[in-house]
């Protein structure tokens, strides 16, 4: 059974940085391509950054180019994204994302938000 657990969110203020991570389990991490969405609200689920199985190619939407990065331990089943500058437009939920054996796979999410 996949499972991806977010963790890592929380209340920030502009300019802020914050260490979103993914647990993941029930299929071979190190074979998957992962990824980052964030959902803000009344706005469609949108792609923040993706990485590689073996963690060397990583893409992010422009919005967040420069400021957060995407990385993944494959030993511990792990992705996480650093997110540095934040600022309030980059408040929304989080999730984590995989495809496995044709199906797609979402963690809980996990709720930022960047205020003063």
């Known amino acids: 059974q996949v499972q991806l657990v977010e963790s890592g969110g929380g209340l920030v203020q502009p300019g802020g940085s914050l260490r979103l991570s993914c647990a993941a389990s029930g299929f071979t991490f190190s074979r998957n391509d992962m990824s980052w969405y964030r959902q803000a609200p009344g706005k469609k689920r949108e792609l923040v950054a993706a990485i590689a199985s073996a963690g060397g190619i990583a893409n992010y939407a422009d919005s967040v180019k420069g400021r957060f990065t995407i990385s993944r331990d494959n030993a511990k089943n792990t992705v996480d994204l650093q997110m540095n500058s934040l600022k309030p437009q980059d408040t929304a939920v989080y999730y984590c994302?995989?495809?496995?054996?044709?199906?797609?796979?979402w963690g809980q999410g996990t709720q930022v938000t960047v205020s003063s």
């Open positions: 994302n995989t495809h496995w054996l044709f199906k797609n796979y």
